[in-house]
């Protein structure tokens, strides 16, 4: 059965939003930080990937792949986190800056990702035999969605919490966007090779471990030395 009309529309989109998103942050990423060129790469870098993730959703939900439709929700959360963080910076001095729809989109993401680990390890032909993906992405999605609930409660102890949240989360969005990359260009040729939806992850997680602890470095006061 062929797709309809407006699936292939869905897909064109999808493309040229994903295509966008990978030219976008890169340029978001070299930019002086907190810049005008940054914050506007930054923007709409969000949107293709907003785009990119309810194009994916609709066209998982219609064929229906179960996988890609929880997937998509939880690799959308990042860059969502990413940029609500913004605008939680206050968030520190115990000020409310959390809204309703940060809750609905923490809860969302976390039963989504549940979700996908459960049906990974119970039935995995649910999630189109891609159990190990299935798990990990399930197991990262609910960490993600859990740590933000967890800083909705407990104000962050540090003035740079947003900082840290906003890279990471950019820089997991991404991860994912080259996740689906993969896949789609390579995984046709390496049919079962399920390591190929986590291999992307395996490098992101290191960098953005390492990128996290270099600003925290930086960002963390230098004791003068004593005056004699």
């Known amino acids: 059965m062929r797709d309809p009309l407006w699936m292939h529309a869905f897909l064109a989109v999808h493309i040229a939003a994903g295509s966008g998103a990978f030219v976008l942050a890169p340029l978001a990423l070299v930019t002086a930080k907190g810049g005008k060129a940054h914050r506007l790469w ?3 870098y969000f949107w293709c990937m907003t785009v990119v993730a309810c194009t994916a959703l609709v066209m998982a939900l219609y064929r229906p792949v179960l996988f890609l439709a929880l997937v998509a929700i939880f690799s959308f959360y990042s860059a969502f986190v990413a940029y609500r963080v913004l605008g939680q910076k206050a968030a520190w001095k115990g000020e409310p800056v959390v809204k309703p729809l940060d809750w609905i989109a923490a809860v969302v993401c976390f039963l989504a990702s549940a979700a996908l680990a459960l049906l990974g390890a119970v039935k995995p032909v649910l999630v189109q035999n891609l159990a190990i993906p299935a798990i990990v992405f399930g197991v990262i999605g609910m960490r993600i969605a859990g740590t933000a609930v967890w800083n909705f409660t407990h104000p962050p102890k540090t003035k740079m919490f947003w900082w840290y949240a906003h890279l990471q989360g950019m820089i997991g969005s991404y991860v994912a966007a080259w996740t689906a990359f993969c896949v789609v260009t390579i995984g046709p ?17 290191p960098a953005i471990i390492a990128t996290t602890a270099y600003y925290k470095r930086k960002f963390t006061p230098r004791l003068k030395p004593a005056v004699p």
């Open 189 to 205: 040729r390496l049919h079962g090779a399920w390591w190929l939806w986590v291999l992307p992850t395996a490098i992101g997680v």
């Open 42 to 44: 930054g923007k709409i």
